[in-house]
């Protein structure tokens, strides 16, 4: 079964920063920057019909605010700071060392790596 968007999203998990006045949010193995939706669980002890009709509401608000949103640079995010999630407009095309090698290559625009980098010593020999 083909993954949709969200499921994706989720497979790879991303971290915050804050920089020049805008929130980013690339690779990492933090997992403080997440997909701006709830997930909408089967009726339980935990998940009851209240919290349900919540949920749905909640994720309706959120796809009101994507649809509007003018800067399509932009995604709506939770962010996670210390205990408490924030919801904001963030910036995610940025890579870091925590980004797959061919994505970092890809944005930065590198050639393509060779298949292993050689050794100190053995470039030690080679001219600059």
């Known amino acids: 079964m083909p993954e949709t968007k969200d499921e994706k999203e989720t497979a790879k998990t991303y971290a915050w920063s ?63 700071i210390h205990d408490r999630h924030l919801l904001a407009w963030v910036h995610s095309d940025l890579v870091s060392s925590g980004t797959d090698p061919a994505s970092v290559a890809k944005t930065l625009r590198l050639p393509k790596a060779p298949a292993k980098a050689p050794s100190p010593r053995q470039s030690k020999g080679r001219a600059a």
């Open 18 to 80: 804050f920089d020049n006045g805008k929130m980013n949010c690339c690779e990492s193995t933090d997992n403080t920057c997440n997909v701006a939706k709830l997930w909408e669980g089967a009726a339980s002890a935990f998940h009851d019909a209240e919290i349900q009709r919540a949920t749905k509401e909640i994720n309706a608000i959120m796809e009101d605010l994507e649809r509007g949103n003018r800067d399509k640079a932009r995604e709506l995010r939770f962010v996670q």
